[in-house]
């Protein structure tokens, strides 16, 4: 399958700084990018849907302008956590697709900790 | 809207022991399934995936789903389960094209007993 790369793997930052998150498609070009989130022991819940060179489509109850998503190029999406709190602190996952399988292939994952 | 449930939060079988693990699905067209496998702190991996044709499907790791249209279901199944399986489980349905997004279940965790 397709690879997917999340950097950084985990981040910690203090109350109201930004953090930016990149996710790469190594090995295909993905016209469409996803964020998730994931709190402990709880399933995904979609935050925002990109694609390339368009304005994300955001989740009802997802501040776009807290998450900032750009997807600047087939292989590349960044989502950035403006002003943290610590209730954004989370599991941030992005996948991607847009290849011949139909297929949203994940990331391994972005662990935030706002202090 | 679509929708998956996943009845069971977390089960525990025996090593060599088979498994299932259930999941229903509410969507009015025809779905597109997958079952993805998350290890701790790491992303989501596909184990298998249904779109069309036999429903009956192989995936990776010895693990096989098969669709009922009639029951609503995309059950995950395995005949020997390895202490490698330990880990949660997701069931997700998409809509129209599998890139899509995707709706997923609560999850299931697998516990593997020695």
């Known amino acids: 399958g397709a690879v997917v790369s999340q950097h950084p793997s985990r981040v910690i930052c203090k109350s109201g700084t930004s953090v930016k998150i990149e996710c790469r498609s190594l090995d295909f070009q993905a016209t469409t990018m996803f964020w998730y989130r994931q709190f402990p022991k709880q399933s995904l819940m979609l935050m925002a849907t990109s694609n390339e060179g368009s304005k994300a489509t955001y989740e009802q109850g997802v501040e776009k302008d807290k998450f900032l998503i750009n997807h600047a190029s087939l292989t590349l999406s960044t989502l950035t956590v403006t002003s943290a709190h610590p209730e954004d602190s989370s599991f941030y996952i992005c996948s991607a697709g847009g290849d011949s399988t139909d297929t949203q292939y994940f990331g391994p994952g972005t662990r935030l900790t706002v202090l | ?114």
């Open chain 2, 1 to 114: 809207a679509q929708s998956v449930t996943q009845p069971d939060i977390h089960i525990t079988v025996s090593e060599g022991a088979s498994l299932e693990l259930r999941c229903n699905y509410s969507y009015g067209a025809t779905p597109y399934l997958f079952w993805y496998v998350q290890s701790p702190g790491q992303g989501l991996q596909l184990l298998l995936k249904y779109f069309s044709g036999d429903t009956l499907v192989q995936g990776i790791k010895g693990f096989e789903a098969e669709f009922k249209r009639s029951q609503s279901s995309f059950n995950l199944r395995k005949p020997s389960v390895h202490w490698s399986d330990a880990a949660e489980y997701f069931c997700a349905v998409g809509a129209g094209q599998g890139a899509q997004k995707l709706v997923f279940g609560q999850g299931t965790r697998l516990t593997i007993n020695p």
